[in-house]
């Protein structure tokens, strides 16, 4: 008979609700052991036998609770249990969290009281500032008693409003500086000359509205169409409409186009909603940073925002009370969080936020211009994914080594018809350009029923991802496609690129594609065209490619691997369906064995092959990658330089044998595992090195030292994630003040999220209380992060050394007198008896 | 007075071993034997044998967590404390045991 404790904390938004407490009782029911759980915040108990019982006692987000187990089998039943509620439990959050992107504070800045509300997070910086609350949209549109003039002269005014419209969007497309206002623009200009929208305005007239009561009815029709929508995409549209209208309005009373509130010193802006008109009227200038109440994270007006790198937080109920009594606001859009009135600790902790991405970035520089290789010095080629000449420019400065895939199909979304051959060579010649002498892969249109290009006019279907698309309607638009190849090729004059075709199925497409490349090449021999040569490539994204790579190999150049669409094909699985997300996952071994097959294949035929898609931008894959021995991945421009760094550490013959052992796994997880639990090997650290010991540390806080210290070990790659190992070492702080009572405190925490067993230190500059109550002060700051695993290993001594050490008074003294980083570290390595 | 203990905190890297460090020292000078079994990180250590609880006469916990072989004491006194009891103030724990 044998009783275990478990301790743990409730990771999910909603609280135990009733699918985790049936899990956890399914779970239960597998054991003969006794299990009772207790609610550390109510002290409710409750029994694992009953789901009712669970949801009973009021599991909130982030309550701790005890699971007591009791019985002949507790020892696997609580090894069962701990796996759960670490891996399992928060899965049950997962649609929540997929659509709501909810986001959760680090304890460091949770516990900080903050005066606060939460919006969505969409990424990007943090910005402190004035709050300026923008006034209401819809004032101006109320002041419109024009006379009514009948039906001829209200379709006259409307018709000369619509043309006057279409005028000012192509005058602004011109004005525009980046590409994404000019895509947005180009997109209102197909919206403002669509038949449907003029029919449907001019239907109102005919029915004997004036034009302003047409543009109303016309709005309120689409929006309550959209806005209906399963889709978030199309329901966002709603915006483009509204601005629209609201534009159409206001030529009609020949109202100004400014707004009202024009900025005058830089804010922190807050709005109900803003049209991407609207945004590009603010004086960039003073803008800091933007909060929406009501927004959605697909909206144009945060593309816009985002362009311009101006930070943004949408759907933050409760905002405007909040700025509204506020004289200083901080926006968060990384958390997704405003803070009013920030307090002095805030305002640190945001500072030590700073240094942290300052330390971040300092690590990183000096890969970004360096060749990436593995420590035994494989190389491994890092390109970037483009959708156009910004991100480009963005890539390189980056450090991509190349463009491993230029998404054309962003050059045709969003318009009225295909971009020109004039037009895309302008895109093309000039992504040569800043490229230099970096290679360039140039991947033509893949548009289809997923991917809508209203001109094509495709009909919809049944399985759109197995339909008419890609390569496959080349044939049928025929013109748009040789433009296209005819544009690449000219490009191509100064250096050769690559020119690669989505969704190859058979050779005899590949085939026709070198027919229909040898035919534009002789129209542009007969034109006297000068064009170059381009290497020709293929996708590999469509299981039928893996199986034919030696055959494709006698007519392609190069290959690169599409993971999101293979993954999709091989596994049979929707990545966009929520039910069977766990299916749809990249590390399954099964698709491992392809990817294998595929590298193989093509490399025995000397072909260059290069991995593009989701699973190349996953650090944490990377081991797989080098074991894959692929020459090159294309990845998002922000993760370059990290990856650089990343496989700076790897070894490439390991990696192959952590592969080699993923292709024998039985499903995803277990590789995911095996990722884990071998990047320490891949990687290992000392113990403690100068690195982690800091010494006169400016602190004022329990919050400030754990944070500092967790970002030590983070930024000398010890751990996985900052935010969920400070979790950890909190939730043993709650359990129990880790103050020591002679000066030193040694926070600390277990968890499979740290890659090597560490001990950092932190000596303070002033002495601080670690607890309020506490009598003694604290100098000196440890902590101890032990990398968890099923079988102790020998480091773990030095634990419990230092641990008998801390208490001995002459060892405390001697620690003391020890003012400098070096004679720290000399000191616990001579008395851990560390060698080296 | 002879005295078995068992140490145990919940993550088992510092508290189980400095709880073990404090008694030995404070049994050592209040003049009593000693023998204390950890159960931590590192699994259990210093077990204590069928022998030393035959020649015992009081047991120590000082435990946060539940710990393996706890009816092991069933026939000797125990005193249960929390570990950072033991580490704060280990002589007020033997102080527990009378004479």
């Not at chain 1, 302003?212 to 209906?228: D, G, N, P």
């Not at chain 1, 991947?443 to 698309?469: H, W």
């Not at chain 1, 090597?756 to 009598?775: E, F, G, R």
Request: aromatic share 6%; glycine share 6%.
């Amino acid at each position: 008979m044998s009783c275990k404790e478990l301790i743990f904390t409730c990771e999910l938004i909603h609280g135990l609700h009733a699918r985790p407490a049936s899990a956890l009782v399914a779970l239960a029911k597998e054991f003969e052991a006794v299990m009772e759980l207790e609610n550390l915040r109510t002290g409710f108990k409750a029994s694992l036998s009953s789901a009712l019982s669970l949801i009973a006692a009021d599991i909130a987000y982030r309550d701790t609770c005890k699971v007591r187990v009791e019985g002949s089998d507790a020892q696997i039943a609580l090894k069962k249990l701990k796996k759960f509620v670490l891996k399992e439990l928060k899965g049950f959050d997962t649609k929540v969290l997929l659509d709501d992107n909810l986001p959760s504070l680090p304890p460091s800045l949770r516990r900080l009281n903050l005066k606060h509300c939460l919006g969505h997070s969409i990424g990007g910086r943090w910005v402190a500032g004035i709050p300026f609350c923008l006034s209401d949209q819809s004032h101006y549109s109320n002041r419109d008693n024009l006379a009514y003039t009948g039906i001829a002269g209200e379709r006259m005014r409307l018709l000369g409003a619509l043309e006057q419209l279409l005028v000012n969007i192509r005058k602004n497309i011109t004005k525009a500086e980046l590409d994404t206002e000019k895509s947005i623009l180009n997109a209102h200009f197909m919206l403002a000359s669509d038949q449907e929208f003029k029919d449907r305005l001019l239907n109102y007239i005919s029915e004997g509205k004036a034009a302003h009561e047409s543009i109303r009815k016309t709005l309120q029709y689409y929006s309550e169409k959209l806005e209906t929508a399963e889709n978030s995409y199309l329901r966002e549209r709603v915006l483009d409409i509204q601005d629209l209208c609201n534009q159409l309005l206001q030529l009609i009373c020949n109202h100004s186009v400014e707004r009202a509130d024009a900025l005058t010193t830089p804010s922190i802006c807050l709005a109900d909603n803003l049209t991407p008109s609207q945004f590009l009227a603010l004086n960039k200038k003073f803008l800091k940073g933007l909060v929406l109440e009501n927004g959605g994270k697909a909206s144009h007006t945060v593309l816009l925002a985002q362009a311009r790198g101006i930070p943004v937080i949408v759907g933050v109920e409760g905002a405007r009370s909040l700025m509204e009594q506020a004289t200083r606001v901080i926006l968060d859009a990384k958390l997704g969080v405003l803070i009013a009135d920030p307090s002095e600790k805030v305002d640190r902790y945001y500072q030590q936020e700073a240094e942290r991405l300052k330390m971040l970035e300092r690590k990183y520089q000096p890969f970004i211009h360096r060749e990436a290789k593995t420590a035994d010095q494989k190389r491994l080629e890092v390109g970037a994914n483009i959708i156009g000449l910004d991100d480009a420019v963005q890539a390189f400065s980056s450090g991509a080594e190349g463009i491993g895939l230029f998404r054309t199909e962003m050059m045709f979304m969003e318009r009225t018809q295909a971009p020109d051959m004039d037009e895309q060579y302008g895109v093309y010649e000039a992504v040569v350009k800043v490229a230099g002498s970096r290679p360039v892969i140039i991947r033509t249109i893949d548009v289809g029923a997923d991917k809508p290009v209203d001109y094509f006019e495709l009909p919809e279907e049944q399985n759109p991802f197995l339909g008419f698309r890609a390569v496959r309607l080349y044939s049928e638009f025929l013109d748009i496609f040789k433009d296209q190849v005819r544009a690449i090729l000219k490009a191509s004059r100064t250096k050769s690129l690559g020119l690669m075709i989505p969704m190859v199925t058979t050779v005899s497409e590949v085939l026709w594609v070198r027919k229909i490349i040898s035919e534009v090449k002789q129209e542009m021999t007969a034109e006297g065209v000068h064009f170059g040569d381009v290497r020709l490539g293929i996708m590999v994204e469509v299981p039928s490619a893996c199986m034919i790579i030696d055959q494709l190999s006698k007519y392609v150049d190069f290959f690169s691997i599409g993971s999101n669409d293979l993954a999709q094909y091989v596994l049979a699985a929707d990545r966009c369906n929520d039910r069977i997300g766990e299916l749809y996952n990249y590390l399954q071994p099964s698709f491992l064995r392809l990817l294998d097959k595929v590298v193989k294949d093509a490399q025995s035929k000397n072909k260059w092959i290069g991995v593009c898609g989701e699973m190349a931008s996953d650090i944490n894959t990377l081991p797989i990658l080098v074991g894959l021995g692929v020459d090159e991945i294309s990845v998002s421009a922000n993760q370059i330089s990290a990856i650089k760094e990343r496989v700076s550490h790897l070894n490439s013959l390991q990696c192959r044998k952590l592969l080699d052992s993923a292709l024998d796994a039985q499903d995803c997880k277990e590789v995911s595992e095996l990722l884990k639990n071998t990047y320490s090997e891949l990687a290992p650290r000392p113990l403690f090195d100068l690195s982690i010991i800091c010494i006169d540390y400016d602190c004022l806080s329990r919050e400030e030292a754990i944070k500092q210290l967790v970002d030590m070990l983070y930024l000398d790659s010890r751990i996985a994630d900052s935010t969920s190992i400070e979790e950890a070492v909190w939730l043993r702080e709650e359990f129990a003040s880790t103050n020591l009572g002679n000066g030193i405190a040694i926070p600390h925490c277990r968890s499979d999220l740290v890659y090597s067993h560490s001990i950092a230190v932190l000596k303070l500059a002033k002495p601080i209380q670690w607890l309020p109550q506490d009598d003694s002060y604290v100098d000196t700051v440890f902590i101890l992060a032990v990398r968890e695993s099923d079988t102790p290993d020998s480091h773990m001594k030095f634990f419990a050394s230092l641990a008998r050490k801390l208490i001995e008074n002459d060892f405390v003294e001697r620690f003391r007198q020890s003012v400098s980083a070096d004679s720290v570290n000399q000191l616990l390595r001579t008395e851990l008896k560390l060698n080296n | 007075m002879k005295i078995v203990a068992v140490t145990a905190c919940p993550t088992g890297i510092a508290h189980t071993y400095m709880a073990a460090e404090k008694l030995i020292e404070a049994a050592h000078n209040q003049g009593h034997e000693i023998k204390v079994e950890t159960q931590g990180a590192m699994g259990v250590e210093n077990q204590i044998t069928e022998d030393d609880l035959q020649g015992a006469d009081v047991a120590v916990l000082a435990v946060d967590i539940t710990v393996d072989g706890e009816e092991r004491f069933r026939h000797l006194r125990v005193i249960k404390v929390p570990v950072a009891e033991a580490i704060r103030n280990p002589n007020a724990v033997l102080d527990q045991l009378g004479s």
